[in-house]
């Protein structure tokens, strides 16, 4: 309430809320303030994750529990202004997960979307309904909600990958199911690559007959580096550079040109050595990752120093401006598609 009340009315008043309180009423003048922002205000914080002191702790979690045991053996980036909602964001979840030599991460599917941007070794794969996408560093998979996913290791080196899901906003909407296939790993349907054969090349198969063999809405679940990494590069050789982005590239979805995923907006930027970006603030929370190179990123003024694979996240509506010691490249993930669709998303240019 904006103004002091007569201290009789103020009695009043703490009577009827009292009276009121065991019908579950309660009074929205008292907290329509905190409800209606004027700007956003998360209360998630700007944090930066060590992927080497990170990637210490789960190596030594894979000598302690199998990825069998633990279904996914994942060490979650939980923000520390969200303890204990497993969450990176309000609306986004994070993790590292780790698939040791030899293991099969069991099939599941769930109302979940989740992509994993690979940060460590190579050979490993993601199966979505039952196709192989074999993954190398720096690859997007993405295994969207709904479709059975398993992962195995058959190569001699560890596999590390960031989970990115919309678990809080499922658990928002009260809308989460799963279930488990009885067998470890989903029967193969089509040999690995089929699906970026198919739409991978800015094309698709014709409509009709058993081509269009993958749901008509989320047709590519594998976008690699080896083709991403070179069109930011042939990007910035041509293009003008964006002052508050650098170079900036969206992964899409070839069914509709929209986001990877309903929840989920990914996307890459190229800050080219000695250039540093102006304040930009947008309402979509994003987790990046170093991909190449180092820099600064400055979030409302804090400064975090960049180098490869660290992992950081820029909270709803915080300035961040971002500087190249060297040519850098970074992934990051959002709610922006969430936002869009909604109606919600906002950006401002300093």
Same mark, same amino acid.
């Given at each position: 309430?904006?103004?002091?009340?007569?201290?009789?009315?103020?009695?009043?008043?703490?009577?009827?809320?009292?009276?009121?309180?065991?019908?579950?009423?309660?009074?929205?003048? #008292?907290?329509?303030?905190?409800?209606?922002?004027?700007?956003?205000?998360?209360?998630?914080?700007?944090?930066?994750?060590?992927?080497?002191?990170?990637?210490?702790?789960?190596?030594?979690?894979?000598?302690?529990?199998?990825?069998?045991?633990?279904?996914?053996?994942?060490?979650?980036?939980?923000?520390?202004?969200?303890?204990?909602?497993?969450?990176?964001?309000?609306?986004?979840?994070?993790?590292?997960?780790?698939?040791?030599?030899?293991?099969?991460?069991?099939?599941?599917?769930?109302?979940?979307?989740?992509?994993?941007?690979?940060?460590?070794?190579?050979?490993?794969?993601?199966?979505?309904?039952?196709?192989?996408?074999?993954?190398?560093?720096?690859?997007?998979?993405?295994?969207?909600?709904?479709?059975?996913?398993?992962?195995?290791?058959?190569?001699?080196?560890?596999?590390?990958?960031?989970?990115?899901?919309?678990?809080?906003?499922?658990?928002?909407?009260?809308?989460?199911?799963?279930?488990?296939?009885?067998?470890?790993?989903?029967?193969?349907?089509?040999?690995?690559?089929?699906?970026?054969?198919?739409?991978?090349?800015?094309?698709?198969?014709?409509?009709?007959?058993?081509?269009?063999?993958?749901?008509?809405?989320?047709?590519?679940?594998?976008?690699?580096?080896?083709?991403?990494?070179?069109?930011?590069?042939?990007?910035?050789?041509?293009? #003008?550079?964006?002052?508050?982005?650098?170079?900036?590239?969206?992964?899409?979805?070839?069914?509709?040109?929209?986001?990877?995923?309903?929840?989920?907006?990914?996307?890459?930027?190229?800050?080219?050595?000695?250039?540093?970006?102006?304040?930009?603030?947008?309402?979509?929370?994003?987790?990046?990752?170093?991909?190449?190179?180092?820099?600064?990123?400055?979030?409302?003024?804090?400064?975090?120093?960049?180098?490869?694979?660290?992992?950081?996240?820029?909270?709803?509506?915080?300035?961040?401006?971002?500087?190249?010691?060297?040519?850098?490249?970074?992934?990051?993930?959002?709610?922006?598609?969430?936002?869009?669709?909604?109606?919600?998303?906002?950006?401002?240019?300093?």
């Amino acid at each position: 309430m904006t103004k002091p009340l007569p201290n009789d009315q103020h009695a009043q008043l703490e009577a009827l809320y009292a009276e009121m309180a065991p019908q579950s009423l309660t009074p929205l003048w #008292e907290v329509l303030s905190a409800l209606v922002l004027t700007q956003p205000d998360s209360p998630a914080r700007v944090h930066k994750w060590s992927y080497d002191q990170a990637r210490s702790y789960l190596m030594r979690a894979g000598d302690l529990i199998s990825a069998e045991q633990a279904e996914r053996r994942v060490l979650i980036l939980e923000n520390p202004g969200l303890t204990g909602l497993s969450a990176v964001t309000p609306s986004l979840y994070a993790g590292l997960q780790l698939i040791l030599p030899g293991e099969v991460a069991p099939c599941h599917r769930h109302s979940q979307c989740a992509l994993r941007f690979v940060i460590e070794g190579e050979g490993a794969y993601t199966a979505v309904d039952g196709e192989k996408a074999v993954m190398r560093p720096f690859d997007l998979v993405l295994t969207p909600g709904g479709q059975w996913h398993d992962h195995g290791n058959f190569t001699d080196k560890p596999m590390i990958w960031l989970d990115g899901l919309d678990i809080p906003t499922v658990r928002h909407f009260d809308a989460s199911f799963a279930e488990k296939l009885p067998e470890a790993m989903h029967p193969e349907t089509v040999k690995p690559g089929d699906t970026l054969a198919r739409y991978g090349h800015n094309m698709r198969p014709m409509r009709g007959g058993v081509a269009d063999r993958r749901p008509s809405h989320q047709p590519l679940f594998h976008y690699p580096y080896s083709d991403w990494r070179p069109a930011l590069t042939a990007m910035a050789a041509s293009a #003008e550079i964006d002052p508050h982005l650098g170079h900036a590239l969206e992964f899409l979805n070839p069914a509709d040109g929209g986001p990877i995923m309903p929840t989920i907006s990914a996307h890459v930027r190229l800050i080219p050595q000695g250039y540093a970006t102006l304040p930009r603030r947008s309402t979509d929370g994003t987790t990046f990752v170093v991909v190449e190179g180092e820099g600064e990123a400055r979030v409302d003024g804090e400064s975090l120093a960049l180098k490869p694979r660290d992992i950081f996240v820029v909270p709803s509506w915080k300035a961040l401006e971002i500087s190249a010691q060297n040519e850098l490249i970074l992934f990051g993930f959002s709610d922006k598609a969430s936002q869009q669709k909604l109606n919600l998303y906002k950006e401002q240019l300093s």
